[in-house]
């Protein structure tokens, strides 16, 4: 079993701050790609930020600038520092890792469970 942890989502001010953590945990031999995505209300889901093993990254353009995703090998985490957040940012925003298990040496996506970003104006 492997689990992706979020936490660090809360209500800001517009022109405000927040840092989002996601640690993978269980059975995983390691992590290949990890991101952020985001899901507002009435809305699809979008891609925020990704990383990969390496450290290259990739925005989308309406947070480039603002976000900065990174992620601690050691500590199986990625993270996102937001600022100079928007009304518009608001959503809840999950974590997405592309995990090798242990047991099969396979692949695939997993998701956390979503945290709430709440940005008033």
């Known amino acids: 079993q492997v689990q992706l942890v979020e936490s660090g989502g809360g209500l800001v001010q517009a022109g405000g701050s927040l840092r989002l953590s996601c640690a993978a945990s269980?059975?995983?031999?390691?992590?290949?790609?990890m991101g952020w995505y985001r899901r507002a209300p009435g809305k699809q889901r979008e891609l925020v930020a990704t990383?990969?093993?390496?450290?290259?990254?990739n925005y989308a353009y309406s947070v480039k600038g603002r976000f900065t995703i990174s992620r601690d090998n050691a500590k199986n985490t990625v993270y996102l520092q937001m600022n100079s957040l928007k009304p518009e940012d608001t959503a809840v925003y999950y974590c997405?890792?592309?995990?090798?298990?242990?047991?099969?040496?396979?692949?695939?996506?997993?998701w956390g469970q979503g945290t709430q970003v709440t940005v008033s104006s």
């Open positions: 269980g059975s995983l031999f390691s992590i290949n790609a």
């Open positions: 990383i990969t093993s390496d450290g290259s990254t």
């Open positions: 997405n890792a592309d995990i090798i298990i242990i047991t099969t040496r396979l692949s695939r996506g997993y």
